[in-house]
């Protein structure tokens, strides 16, 4: 599609979450914020019969949405949110690299599967600004196109996908496994693989919650552009994603200041070189985040923080903050269905099988993975060798390669 028009407020929560949405299903879009134009809030008036009401989106073809839900919008970009029948041989739940994979892998031994991921297919892969270390890319690959390519090649396979369809709930019936989703459709297989990856962990202080899409963001390639210009922009956390994040806002402004909690960075050595290297970076280690404050436009005025050997205060003033200090597993729909272990990340056997027979884990959800995108492709494959022995061994489902 064409350039879509979100007009809307920092402060506003249904702005945030139909940003997030278009930004994870990586559709390009301009953003209008209605307190700082005068004519935009006019505008947005006009289309309401002299209501200001946000967001309001306008798509190229003149249609709009008003305070649209994720599946209003996930039908306006013309994405399937129903299967065509309830039941297939496995279920893939997550349609990150782990779950795409695996799901290809299936298509050729001839299982056939659902994919069902919550957001956009693709998962953390597609918000990366850049992937270097990705097998057969030596120049490395933009995140997007590389998650682009792996669904591409699943639907080549004519697997069944399906984005922006969460699975609220998981359980065993008999002989088969269940899903619900939260488009109010169950769906039926002889196995699942729950491959739903983990999300960016939040700092837990205050003001954060309230400021979260108002100058806090956890994704770098969604929002960065949003700051081109910026004097300065705040990236709390050291390891491979912050100073990966980092390196990419660097383009958009003047300084990029890094905060890590620990005495030291946690990034590989070659991109502390890099970060080291380049004369727009500040870097504050033993550190610790104490408060985001907020503007009287209600979006993010300063960052407070203390060093943790010497108690000194820091008073930030970035044009936004940006947060990646680990991952949370996305497994609450699970709601006990399957053992975790005490960070909540899904506990397996040896052949990836969880408590519940039947039911298999793979990538970054899955309790003591590696968290990186090889691993995660590697795990989907393996994990589907598994699920390919445990229908053979059902003698219901006619397992063969394909090609």
């Known amino acids: 599609m064409s350039t879509i028009t979100v007009y809307g407020a920092p402060w506003c929560p249904d702005c945030k979450r139909a940003k997030k949405f278009l930004g994870e299903h990586r559709v390009v ?18 289309l309401n019969e002299g209501k200001r009401i946000i967001p309001t989106i306008v798509f190229p073809d003149g249609s709009l949405l008003v305070e649209p839900s994720d599946a209003e919008l996930a039908g306006k970009l013309g994405l399937q949110l129903k299967a065509d029948r309830t039941f297939f041989d496995l279920l893939v739940i997550g349609g990150g690299p782990a779950g795409l994979t695996a799901s290809m892998y299936a298509a050729r031994e001839g299982i056939d599967a659902l994919v069902l991921d919550a957001s956009a297919l693709g998962g953390q892969a ?3 600004e850049r992937i ?3 097998p057969g890319f030596p120049e490395g690959i933009k995140g997007a196109e590389l998650a682009d390519r792996i669904v591409e090649q699943a639907r080549q396979y004519e697997v069944t996908l399906l984005a922006a369809v969460g699975v609220t709930a998981l359980r065993r019936e008999g002989p088969y496994v269940v ?4 488009q109010g459709d169950p769906y039926c297989g002889h196995a699942a693989l729950i491959a739903t990856g983990s999300s960016y962990r939040r700092l837990g202080v205050p003001g954060e919650e309230d400021l979260i899409g108002a100058g806090i963001h956890f994704c770098a390639t969604c929002d960065g552009p949003f700051y081109r210009g910026a004097d300065e922009l705040l990236m709390i956390g050291g390891g491979n994603s912050g100073l990966e994040e980092g390196l990419f806002l660097s383009q958009f402004a003047e300084r990029i200041r890094v905060v890590e909690f620990l005495p030291e960075l946690k990034a590989s050595a070659v991109l502390q070189e890099k970060v080291r290297s380049e004369p727009k970076f500040t870097v504050h280690t033993n550190t610790r985040i104490t408060a985001f404050e907020a503007s009287d ?4 005025a300063r960052v407070r923080a203390v060093d943790r050997e010497s108690g000194e205060e820091h008073v930030f003033e970035p044009a936004a903050a940006f947060v990646f200090v680990g991952l949370d597993p996305n ?3 699970l709601q006990g269905a399957v053992d975790t272990d005490a960070g909540g990340f899904i506990t ?3 052949n990836f099988e969880t408590s519940l027979p039947g039911v298999f884990a793979a990538g970054d959800v899955r309790s003591t993975s590696t968290k990186q995108l090889g691993a995660a492709t590697g795990e989907g494959i393996a994990a589907l060798i598994h699920i390919r022995q445990y229908l ?12």
């Open 29 to 46: 879009y301009d953003w209008v914020d209605i307190d700082h134009d005068a004519d935009a809030e006019q505008r947005v008036m006009q």
């Open 126 to 128: 597609g918000v990366t």
């Open 132 to 134: 270097d270390n990705y």
């Open 179 to 182: 899903v619900e989703t939260d």
């Open 297 to 300: 436009a209600r979006t993010l």
């Open 331 to 333: 497994t609450k729909f």
């Open 348 to 350: 397996t056997a040896d």
């Open 392 to 403: 053979e061994r059902l003698g219901d489902v006619a397992v063969h390669e394909v090609g």
